[in-house]
């Protein structure tokens, strides 16, 4: 149904709720071009999850598409209008959207238990336990304030590996 014509835009498309890859599916078998961008979740058995839930977006040309099906497909709640008129979004925001889904997220680089230390902003060198990812950015870590464990959120540029220790040397003293 949706032709790449220089008239044709993305919309923005809610769904019912938890019903977004079943609008999808119906609005695809419907040969309409869509768009639900997919965040991948990593570890913690956690599953991919829609960055926008609710919502999908739909390519359509205001003058060819006949938008009377879209608002009838199972799974749909309505397009998301300002006054009257479906308004659309720039392609540049759905580009930046996929090449920022494109590019490889970064995995955590330590491990729940390991060691780390942390230094810069408010901390300055301190030993604390790594207990997992908080998103690409941050990390939540065990650390020892005041004689208890705290469980602390801090960036991961603030992270480092804590170098190996050399094994204890049971090499005697001459003295």
Request: proline share 7%; hydrophobic share 35%; aromatic share 8%.
């Amino acid at each position: 149904m949706t032709s790449l014509s220089s008239n044709s835009h993305w919309y923005l498309i809610q769904t019912k709720p938890r019903q977004e890859s079943r609008a999808e599916d119906n609005l695809r078998r419907q040969h309409f071009e869509c768009y639900r961008p997919i965040k991948p979740c990593t570890g913690n058995g956690k599953t991919d999850e829609a960055l926008f839930p609710g919502y999908l977006f739909i390519r359509l040309d205001r003058q060819l598409d006949n938008w009377y099906p879209i608002r009838s497909t199972r799974g749909v709640a309505r397009v998301v209008s300002f006054g009257s008129e479906p308004t659309p979004v720039r392609d540049e925001l759905i580009e930046q959207l996929r090449q920022r889904l494109a590019s490889e997220p970064q995995a955590p680089q330590f491990e729940p238990g390991e060691k780390v230390q942390v230094h810069g902003g408010s901390f300055i060198d301190l030993e604390a336990i790594f207990v997992s990812a908080d998103g690409e950015k941050r990390s939540v870590i065990l650390l020892n304030l005041l004689q208890r464990e705290q469980k602390v959120r801090v960036p991961n540029r603030y992270l480092c590996s804590i170098p190996a220790q050399p094994a204890f040397s049971l090499a005697c003293r001459a003295d």
